[in-house]
């Protein structure tokens, strides 16, 4: 069963808008983390923000906000005022324990490409 | 330093041939990653190092084989591979093996012919 959903294969924002990037998650696990990445056409993978199981407020960084509904297992992801410069993919991410327990592993999402219109 | 850096940038290989790609990074890390991207795909977790030691293996084949011979080094040799492996291949690294987010290098594009 995939544990991470994006459902929005492409988005497109005109610059200076805000956009939210959708993500949903499946655990059974009480304790998980929630990144995201953006991923430009040059290949690297970007962190972009975390979010903890337990933490109470929604992670923001600069443009980006987390908006997390834990009841939901949603996590979308937020930017604000959008620039030329973040069309790009944006991965979705869940970090979990493996079977044992005693490593973790992150699994990606399908991604998101997001474009940017002048 | 607080980069991950991977070399070569581009690879082009033969099915006989053996080559070997390289991750290096210098921010501390003990928790370092093989990923594998298809087009249009997400990562797919290869191989966990922590603390120097593999602690994952997600059923790869041994055509693929990793080793870690210091803190800093992670490399990933390659023998006999196939058309299908043709991918970009990603190492990241983290502070600690079970939290903290990952930081990526730039990939490797490889193409076997």
């Known amino acids: 069963a995939q544990k991470i959903t994006q459902t929005q294969p492409g988005m497109f924002v005109q610059e200076k808008e805000a956009v939210t990037l959708d993500c949903t998650y499946d655990?059974?696990?009480?304790?998980?983390?929630l990144f995201w990445y953006k991923q430009p056409s040059s290949g690297e993978m970007i962190f972009l923000i975390y979010?903890?199981?337990?933490?109470?407020q929604n992670a923001t960084e600069g443009r980006y906000s987390l908006n997390f509904q834990k009841a939901r297992k949603s996590a979308n992801l937020v930017i604000s005022a959008s620039q030329l410069g973040d069309s790009a993919m944006y991965f979705c991410?869940?970090?979990?324990?493996?079977?044992?327990?005693?490593?973790?592993?992150?699994?990606f999402g399908k991604g998101t490409l997001l474009t940017v219109n002048p | 330093d607080t980069e991950v850096t991977q070399t070569p940038k581009h690879l082009v290989m033969g099915m006989t041939n053996k080559k070997s790609l390289k991750c290096e990074q210098h921010?501390?890390?003990?928790?370092m990653y093989w990923y594998k991207q298809k087009a249009k795909k997400p990562p797919e977790l290869m191989f966990v190092?922590?603390?120097?030691?593999?602690?994952i293996n997600e059923s790869v084949p041994s055509r693929f084989s990793p080793e870690c011979p210091n803190s800093s080094l992670l490399n990933l040799h390659l023998h006999a591979l196939q058309p299908e492996d043709s991918a970009l291949y990603l190492c990241?690294?983290?502070?600690?093996?079970?939290?903290?987010?990952?930081?990526f290098g730039p990939g490797t594009r490889l193409t076997v012919l």
């Open positions: 990241a690294s983290s502070p600690h093996p079970n939290r903290d987010e990952q930081f």
């Open positions: 655990t059974s696990d009480p304790s998980y983390g």
């Open positions: 979010q903890g199981s337990y933490d109470q």
């Open positions: 991410a869940m970090r979990e324990a493996n079977s044992g327990g005693s490593n973790y592993k992150l699994t």
């Open positions: 921010m501390g890390h003990r928790a």
């Open positions: 190092y922590s603390y120097e030691k593999l602690s």
